[in-house]
């Protein structure tokens, strides 16, 4: 079946821009989450979501990122007033929870350049 | 607070002969370890996962892993690569208690695979 898709791939964006980026989560999954990876580094927890319910957000930076899933299906991560230092690959991925025995499946990640 | 530390930035080895990627993990709580793959422009694969029982782990493509816990590492290891094995190796630790199974992630492996 179709697995987790983002969009979009690659987005350049002038620094004090507001971005928003996608991601369709794979049919039925209830868990979602997002993820940071800067450049030649591992991914770093951003957010994570139940359904439509956001029960951890202590990974998001700053107050100018911004992420929600209101009908607990397609999420997206918006960046407000985006800076350099935002410049990364963002990561989604989407799981079925059976208690915590469960696997993450990412998506292929948008490519964020801010200059 | 948990961490993981993959002990080698890049790990240079010809085909066909074996290889070992390091991983060490600090924890104070039961973990479940991860291992997982990103080939360039793509998301990350999931290669094993460790949650409970025996702790030699097989996963895809012919890589296994073995939990320490009293050394607290999960090492990758492959008895042959191939030149399709080049890629980015992540390790990654879910903890025990976590009610969101986000995922903490070393930094990375890049294995090159020579011909």
């Known amino acids: 079946g179709a697995g987790v898709s983002q969009s979009p791939r690659y987005k350049v964006a002038k620094r004090g821009q507001d971005v928003a980026l996608r991601c369709d989560p794979i049919?039925?999954?209830?868990?979602l989450f997002w993820y940071q990876q800067a450049l030649g580094q591992g991914p770093e927890f951003l957010t994570y979501?139940?359904?439509?319910?956001?029960?951890?957000k202590s990974g998001l930076p700053s107050d100018r990122f911004f992420a929600e899933r209101p009908e607990g299906s397609v999420s997206t991560l918006k960046i407000q007033r985006t800076q350099q230092e935002d410049s990364a690959v963002y990561l989604c991925?989407?799981?079925?929870?059976?208690?915590?025995?469960?696997?993450?499946?990412f998506g292929p990640g948008t490519r964020l350049l801010v200059l | 607070a948990q961490s993981v530390t993959q002990l080698d930035s890049q790990v240079p080895v010809f085909e066909e002969a074996p290889v070992e990627l390091r991983c060490n993990y600090s924890?104070?709580?039961?973990?479940?370890l991860f291992w997982y793959v990103q080939y360039p422009n793509q998301g990350l694969q999931l290669l094993l996962k460790?949650?409970?029982?025996?702790?030699l782990v097989k996963g895809i493509n012919g890589f296994e892993a073995e939990f320490n816990k009293s050394q607290t590492s999960f090492h990758l290891r492959k008895p042959s690569v191939h030149i399709s094995d080049t890629a980015e190796y992540f390790c990654?630790?879910?903890?025990?208690?976590?009610?969101?199974?986000?995922?903490?992630f070393g930094q990375g492996t890049t294995l090159q695979v020579k011909p």
């Open positions: 990654a630790v879910s903890s025990g208690s976590s009610n969101t199974g986000k995922l903490i």
């Open positions: 460790y949650l409970s029982g025996s702790t």
């Open positions: 979501f139940q359904n439509e319910a956001q029960l951890d």
């Open positions: 991925a989407s799981s079925t929870p059976l208690g915590l025995l469960f696997t993450q499946y």
């Open positions: 924890s104070s709580v039961s973990v479940y």
């Open positions: 049919s039925g999954h209830v868990s």
